[in-house]
């Protein structure tokens, strides 16, 4: 047109030429050049509009289907997104311009396929309730391609179960479909090169192990305007703490309502980042909160450092993970963000989970071609033909991509359709009825699939569980349904092929539509298996599905052996989660390796805090050693188990010992020096005598604090300062004066005597010196008496020190350590060894001096009957409290002390208890039967004191640890029987003692109420007494001897 448009013009301006012929051809030419242009536009359009294939059927010849007598054009519902679009448009074009079809776009939806569902079935939801409409003919909806199954389980139930005549039928598209977490390939490769970290796996998330937030952008770079309040999607509803928490706790993430906590009105934070916002990685979501349960549970879970917020709209959505380093939920197939190449991370499978579990993988969905049932017979090539469409997973991506760089659906499925010619027309009917096309096989009139043509009448897509197989004879190829063999599966109807089970999957039945997940305990390593391997030594697997050895784990309760790779019994105080989670020690227990033969778990007795719990080898601060006994170097222990650094005033305490033990030594010799018991009052002797019996209580209460018990306040306050009388290193903080080890503290006990003895010794030499004219021998009595008296009162104490490396707990690794020193293994340690060596030398010390009392004892009525005055004097410790008939009730004073000492030696601690009560309950007894204290009110005293402790020992019975109680049965039964023969023995001494009574109870009476009967009393005494002869007959014995102690008190 341009050229004759210019001749034209041309010509026009000849100067020969007339104005009217000049008029009128150029006129003419521009008309002409006007319709050439229309013409070329009008060309172009209807080139738009044409068909796509070549063959294509025209569309005067398109005919509608027929549904029970109503003719309708094939609706098609429209589900909105870009796949669906995509795929929905390539079979819109088989179906009309290859099976002549008219078509009919009937409806559609932009965020779920179940209202297609719906549709096809004839149901709507009205304020949240399904209905269905009576007249299914009048549906005008028919297909619905890409429909995700799964979404949405109870409405499909619903219409499944109480419409089945209505359910669509369904057909496998070829490729799936899954909602996920993503995150860009950029991110991915950056950390992998930077850390050999691999971000698709959610393992690599773990604040413990990994710091996977250098790679991401802070949550505080993405505009809050962009984000939705967590009051207006699902994390402000009240329902969202108990849907989470119920498989991952998090009491501090949901408000009491059961709401999020979102400090910022806009972001959740996770447990692992919650105290340092900064370290989080942001994570974005869409719509009302999409998934939010989900990832809560998972960052609680697998401690991972997320930060979820929602987008505020579809665009904020969509362009936040473009301009920002985050991970982000999404879903496959979608043209969202093919941009930054997306990568799914990988969370652990559970086909199994329970109901609200979201912490596991979610599962692919099947997506598939809904059609209504009314198809089948109103348009059966229509209904081959959508059951045949398959597409890969390749094919759906590569559409996307052209869709995504601009291209209309219908182009790109024209572009496909042109492209895969051969694989799209192997979809279409044959006109043989028994020419059957891939996906589908032969049937007899009756329905049932045969093997042969001759025995069919038509064709039937091949079910679940069934493949179509190529079968060709004389009339060419056709296809018949097989049964998939064992170790294979077919989920969808007229599949081509069956499908091997992946590994960790099997099936031992033929026919089956599904693979199933190896059983918890079992692998299946490699393809096609129709048995899973059993685990083997005692081994099973987290869950089912697995498909290597190694993922057979050793269950919770046990612990794999490094060595031996056996799986080892958890042990008591320990807790193993199994699955090669390496164990921890509980609160209160020490898990170490200090021990060669492997993990060993020690129970932290006496104070717990000291041991939180957790890994190998964990102890409080400053604490270390077996047991976490001992504290580091210049430390000491604080109230909290920890051990705090050793300050100025810590020395203060072991000084303060010491000068309070000298100036007691001090008090204690002035005490007996100066004694007089004539001029000595009453009330200052009985103070006395009250203050030693005292001191005495106390340390039997110390006695009883050295059973395994764990004493509530303020019991505990108050053992733990008794201890301080026992020399207890933690009180007197001895680790801050110098570094001593167990065994030198043992030493410095036992060495605490010699040299408390080395003090009076010092300081009676000085007061002898000074005071007496250096007359040592003479004041030798003061020393003695002083002696006497420290031995006396601290002999309980000093048997429980000497018995100490024989008092030995057991822990539940079997092994045993000294109470007092737990870092010493008893038995089996060089340092328990040498440490019993020297108790057995040590206990010595005790037992001479019981010795030395039973031959003062027994010396003591010979030494009075010869006036031996400085006898009396320099052993008052033993006579001056009692009465003479009652002074042996001394040796058994010191026995029940050595019983006290050696009791919390026995391994049991019920035993212990009860014998210390057994004790308790003799001495009771005793001062109540013999009344051996000189004053009424001693006596009294006595039997308080030992009710106190019967008391406060039989209190501790509730609190014991370790409690063997196969024991009780013994012990009642033992008591049953101690109380069945003290029975008729308790009758025979009170019989004997009541026909006793009836006799004199003396043989001579002598009076002395005149003077001069005194004086006769008093020279018969003394007489008796020089000539050591008994009335009575007691020949031989001295008056004393033969229990006439009447003498004595007719004097008095």
Not at 391 to 416: H, I, N, Y
Not at 645 to 652: A, E, I, M, N
Not at 719 to 725: C, E, H
Not at 737 to 752: E, G, N, P, Q, W
Request: with cysteine; glycine share 8%; proline share 5%.
């Amino acid at each position: 047109a341009i050229p004759v448009f210019g001749l034209v013009q041309s010509i026009a301006l000849a100067p020969s030429d007339c104005l009217q012929l000049r008029l009128l051809l150029g006129f003419s030419m521009a008309l002409a050049a006007f319709l050439l242009v229309l013409f070329a536009v009008l060309c172009i359009d209807l080139r738009v509009q044409a068909a796509c294939l070549p063959d294509s059927i025209l569309e005067e010849k398109l005919q509608n289907i027929v549904v029970d007598g109503i003719s309708m054009p094939l609706g098609f519902w429209n589900i909105g997104w870009d796949s669906a679009n995509v795929v929905a448009a390539v079979v819109r074009l088989i179906c009309v311009e290859a099976l002549g079809f008219r078509i009919n776009i009937t409806g559609s939806s932009s965020d779920s396929s179940l209202p297609g569902l719906l549709a096809l079935a004839g149901c709507t939801t009205e304020l949240g309730d399904l209905r269905c409409t009576e007249n299914v003919a009048a549906n005008p909806h028919h297909v619905a391609v890409e429909f995700w199954q799964d979404y949405n389980p109870v409405k499909e139930a619903w219409v499944q179960t109480h419409h089945p005549e209505r359910f669509p039928h369904s057909f496998n598209l070829g490729y799936v479909g899954v909602e996920e977490v993503f995150l860009a390939t950029t991110e991915k490769q950056a950390a992998y090169s930077a850390r050999g970290l691999a971000l698709q796996f959610y393992t690599s998330y773990d604040t413990a192990w990994n710091k996977a937030r250098d790679f991401f952008d802070s949550y505080k770079g993405i505009p809050a305007s962009s984000l939705s309040k967590c009051t207006d999607t699902l994390a402000g509803a009240t329902t969202m703490g108990p849907l989470v928490q119920q498989f991952a706790l998090d009491p501090a993430g949901f408000d009491p309502s059961g709401a999020a906590n979102c400090p910022d009105g806009q972001w959740w934070f996770a447990p692992s980042c919650r105290s340092t916002p900064d370290e989080c990685i942001p994570v974005l979501t869409g719509g009302n909160g999409w998934m939010l349960d989900g990832l809560m549970q998972r960052a609680i879970a697998f401690n991972m450092p997320l930060a979820l917020a929602t987008a505020a709209s579809w665009g904020d959505y969509v362009s936040l993970p473009s301009a920002h380093r985050c991970l982000f939920l999404s879903w496959e197939p979608s043209t969202h963000f093919l941009e930054r190449q997306t990568v799914q991370v990988m969370f652990p499978e559970n086909d199994q989970p329970a109901e609200g579990d979201k912490r596991n993988k979610a599962p692919t969905t099947v997506l598939s071609t809904l059609v209504h049932q009314a198809l089948e017979k109103a348009a059966p090539r229509a209904y081959e033909v959508l059951q045949q469409v398959q597409f890969s997973q390749a094919d759906v991506m590569a559409m996307l991509t052209e869709l995504k760089g601009g291209g209309r659906p219908e182009d790109v499925a024209c572009k496909w359709l042109l492209n895969n010619t051969r694989k799209w027309r192997e979809w279409l009917p044959k006109d043989d009825p028994t020419d059957c096309l891939s996906g589908q096989g032969l049937v007899s009139s009756s329905g049932e699939f045969v093997r042969v043509r001759a025995e069919a009448s038509a064709c039937a897509p091949c079910v679940a569980g069934f493949f179509a197989s190529k079968l060709t004879d004389d009339r060419g190829l056709t296809h018949t349904c097989q049964a998939c063999a064992v170790g294979q599966s077919q989920p969808m109807w007229g599949s081509e092929t069956c499908t091997v089970c992946l590994e960790g999957y099997f099936q031992d039945i033929v026919g089956q539509s599904a693979c199933m997940r190896c059983a918890k305990g079992s692998y299946a390593k490699g393809l096609g298996h129709s048995v899973c391997t059993e685990c083997s030594g005692g081994k099973t697997t987290d869950g089912t599905g697995f498909r290597f050895a190694s993922d057979c784990q050793c269950p919770p309760g046990t612990y794999q052996d490094a060595g031996s790779g056996a799986c080892m019994t958890c042990s008591e105080g320990a807790t193993c989660r199994g699955f090669g989670a390496a164990p921890e020690a509980s609160p209160g227990f020490q898990l170490s390796q200090i021990l060669s033969d492997g993990l060993s778990v020690f129970a932290c007795f006496g104070d717990p805090q000291r041991c939180p719990g957790g890994g190998l080898d964990a102890c409080a601060s400053g604490r270390r050693g077996i047991a976490c006994a001992e504290c580091e170097p210049e430390m000491s222990p604080a109230d909290t188990g920890c051990c705090e650094p050793c300050g100025r005033s810590d020395v203060l305490p072991f000084v303060a010992a010491i000068v309070s033990a000298c100036i007691c030594l001090a008090l204690v010799y002035y005490k007996v020096n100066n004694e007089d018991t004539a001029r000595q009052s009453y009330s200052a002797w009985l103070i006395t005598v009250v203050f030693g019996q005292s001191m005495l209580n106390l340390q039997l209460i110390g006695a009883v604090s050295r059973i395994s018990v764990q004493w509530p306040e303020p019991a505990r306050s108050c053992m733990k300062f008794l201890k301080g009388l026992a020399f207890d290193p933690e009180i007197l903080r001895l680790g801050c004066v110098a570094s001593f080890s167990a065994i030198d503290l043992y030493m410095l006990r036992l060495c605490t005597l010699p040299l408390g003895i080395a003090v009076l010794v010092c300081t009676h030499i000085v007061v002898a010196t000074l005071r007496h004219g250096g007359r040592l021998r003479e004041r030798l009595s003061a020393l003695v008496g002083s002696i006497g008296v420290i031995v006396m009162s601290l002999f309980l104490t000093i048997c429980s020190w000497i018995l100490s490396p024989f008092r030995c707990r057991h822990h539940p690794n079997g092994k045993w350590t000294m109470v007092e020193y737990e870092v010493i293994l008893c038995w089996d340690s060089a340092e328990h060894i040498g440490l019993l060596v020297a108790g057995g030398i040590a206990l010595s010390i005790p037992m001479l001096f019981i010795a030395s009392v039973i031959h003062l004892l027994r010396s003591f009525p010979v030494r009075m009957s010869a006036g031996d005055v400085n006898f009396l004097n320099r052993y008052s410790f033993l006579f001056a409290r009692v009465k003479p008939a009652s002074r042996w009730f001394m040796l058994a004073f010191l026995l029940r002390n050595l019983v006290v000492a050696t009791l919390p030696s026995i391994p049991n601690a019920f035993w212990q208890t009860f014998l210390m009560l057994t004790v308790f309950v003799l001495s009771l007894c005793g001062t109540l039967r013999f009344e051996p204290w000189k004053v009424p009110l001693l006596n009294g005293f006595d039997v308080l004191s030992n009710f106190f402790l019967f008391s406060v020992t039989g209190i501790s019975m509730a609190f014991l640890q370790n409690v063997d109680l196969e024991a009780v049965p013994e012990i009642m039964l033992i008591a049953a029987v101690c109380v069945l023969v003290m029975l008729p023995i308790a009758l025979v001494w009170c019989l004997a003692r009541h026909m006793r009574s009836k006799a004199k109870p003396f043989r001579w009476f002598i009076c002395h109420q005149k003077s001069a009967s005194g004086a006769f009393a008093r020279l018969m005494k003394i007489a008796l007494a020089e000539s050591k002869t008994c009335l009575g007959g007691s020949k031989g014995r001295s008056a004393e001897e033969s229990g006439h102690d009447h003498f004595f008190l007719l004097e008095s």
